[in-house]
């Protein structure tokens, strides 16, 4: 069983991988799914809309005759992420709570 990946989740991932190294799309794309259940075809939407957002920005470079798009985040990008990261903070200690055991109130 697993848990849908939303939106923000999705976002908040690529936004932390591409704050360690800039990427291309495939090898961002592969690294995304290695963890999270999520196909490419999700994932590039993903892409082109954090940079229409001002979050990413791209770079080509050549390999083997043709270009490669990187992708890497902006000064907008890292902000975003860190509200992403107070969020999952928040979010992550309030399931946890119910999940793990320890946060229900009003118990008989």
Not at 43 to 50: M, T
Not at 77 to 91: I, V
């Amino acid at each position: 069983m697993s848990f849908q990946v939303g939106s923000a989740l999705l976002d908040a991932c690529v936004l932390a991988l591409l704050l360690r190294e800039d990427a291309y799309g495939y090898v961002l794309t592969q690294n995304v799914k290695n963890i999270l259940s999520v196909s490419e075809s999700t994932l590039y939407p993903v892409l082109r809309r954090l940079q229409k957002e001002n979050c990413l920005s791209t770079y080509d470079m050549p390999y083997g005759g043709r270009n490669r798009r990187y992708y890497q985040i902006t000064s907008s990008g890292r902000a975003r992420l860190d509200a992403y990261l107070n969020d999952w903070e928040d979010f992550k200690e309030k399931v946890d709570k119910i999940l793990v055991g320890g946060g229900t109130s009003g118990q008989a």
